[in-house]
């Protein structure tokens, strides 16, 4: 793995699937190659918003190969490895070390619920020494409204007094900023790099030592996601936050993994990308109408993705 | 798979780790003979309370090859098929009907929460259709505590109304009678055969049409339980009842899965028996002396096992 962490605007990308629920690589390639060149530092494939864990692990590994076949810059990459077993976790990890990304963002195992911090300890200390690579760096993956199963204080502390260089991060994607404040307190100063897990804490969070966002919204809006993250700054930084909980707003009103293929596949132009796997389901048509209406009166607008997937295809 | 349909008393078989967590195939195969020479109808492999979750969809299969390669008739066998990825639950789904198994256990789809029925009525659908065999029997899996996405009733009758043959079943592990006995008084005439997650509704269920029971103590109490099972009609089926109830007491007063464990490792003879994979952890030394103390004062007993263990080994 690169030595140079990676910081900014992180987009868990979006995976397309063809209408037989098949992953399809050229279009994924299209998208990642898109949003590195319009304001993403790095891409946090297979991610909640990405439907990872409604992929197989040879899923996954075959569409981390296609990017690296595409020359897509493994250190601008941290893929999502975390499964509930941990041989499956190793494997991703392991795979996704090998190939140079500059980290992995790894769920804690999430099926079984109430579990111990020792047994949430001992799980990804197993992942740190059966990988065995001193490139390893592991990002936590707080999320507790989708896996329940949570990343606690007590559990970092634990981690990064035997483990301080493999683990380097986490998000948070508890949407709760009180939570996201302690761990900044706890832990920004001494080199973990913390992720909001949306752009609507993203000014709160450079002002109080975060490393950027992991961001569903960093899909459809990464331009304007990055300004702010090189503008925090300034005067408007702000305003500049408001637009963007605007867009957010705009995007999520209804089920967000749906919506955000739906604004892709509304400013690519190419239908397919509003395919979700089950158990998902997509927007319905006034739904969909609704999003893109709202986006519009935003201003809102993808500039470069309809030629970017006119000029692949 | 087999055209008879299994009923009566199924043991979710806890899944044998070596001391580096790595699946141990010969434990594993006494274990399930023992279950089947005393009392179990059938081995609901890959259960929650086998560490399914925790294991690979690899090791799954290389598990389930192992019970093949020993003789264990698969007529009397109901893996755990349902993952969070279609295809890895095609997968594990596909390689159970081509064993000739009775049937399948099937998790919904269990990351992503507040799913809608539709979305899991196409989770369901897709997989039968890609299966494509009529010898397919699934049995869906209700376990709301564990998997929080659960099992309505009317994602019941819309599987039941378009595959008849293939939806065969549920496991009913919300641990809510109310919940069993109205998909009881809803489904169980029709020939949808319904198994309540613990034998402390047995004697309940079976008075209400219920199938019989597939219940972590299974691995434990199989005799007793097949007892009552076949003896529900008689007079003293209420007192059978009772000390089910109290072994069950006695086992999971701590941790179900690591207690299961502790009490094959102790009247096996076994120390490996213990080992759980992470998350999960085993029971602390005190805990483990409880759970066995309490069981002796139940004049508790597996008898066979250590001779089965020294007889193999």
């Not at 949003?35 to 992929?55: I, K, R, Y």
């Not at 047994?119 to 760096?137: C, I, Q, T, W």
């Not at 707003?249 to 796997?277: E, F, N, S």
Request: with cysteine; aromatic share 8%.
């Amino acid at each position: 793995m690169a030595q140079q962490r990676l910081r900014g605007v992180l987009s868990p990308v979006v995976t397309p699937f063809r209408k037989d629920y098949s992953p399809d690589a050229q279009r994924f390639v299209r998208h990642c190659k898109w949003l590195l060149a319009h304001g993403c530092s790095g891409l946090a494939v297979f991610g909640t918003n990405s439907e990872a864990n409604s992929l197989s692990v040879n899923e996954r590994i075959a569409l981390l190969d296609s990017l690296l076949a595409a020359d897509v810059d493994p250190s601008r990459m941290m893929p999502g490895t975390g499964c509930c077993a941990l041989t499956d976790t190793v494997r991703l990890t392991e795979h996704a070390v090998k190939a140079g990304c500059a980290g992995v963002l790894m769920l804690p195992p999430f099926y079984y619920k109430d579990v111990s911090e020792e047994g949430l300890y001992r799980n990804f200390s197993e992942v740190v020494e059966r990988v065995g690579d001193a490139r390893l760096r592991i990002y936590l993956y707080h999320i507790p409204p989708v896996a329940v199963v949570g990343i606690t204080k007590g559990l970092v502390e634990r981690l990064l007094k035997k483990y301080p260089t493999a683990i380097a991060g986490m998000k948070d994607s508890s949407g709760d900023w009180n939570n996201t404040r302690t761990f900044l307190d706890a832990f920004a100063k001494s080199g973990f790099d913390i992720f909001p897990g949306s752009e609507s804490f993203l000014l709160a969070g450079l002002r109080n030592g975060g490393a950027g966002c992991i961001s569903a919204t960093a899909n459809v809006n990464p331009a304007a996601i990055d300004k702010l993250y090189r503008e925090w700054q300034k005067p408007d930084a702000d305003q500049q936050q408001e637009a963007l909980n605007a867009v957010r707003k705009a995007t999520g009103q209804y089920v967000m993994i749906p919506a955000l293929k739906q604004v892709v596949a509304h400013y690519a132009g190419d239908p397919v990308w509003t395919t979700v796997r089950p158990p998902l389901t997509e927007l319905t048509a006034a739904q969909a109408k609704k999003v893109i209406d709202d986006l519009k009166k935003l201003g809102f607008d993808m500039p470069g993705l309809a030629e970017a997937h006119a000029k692949a295809a």
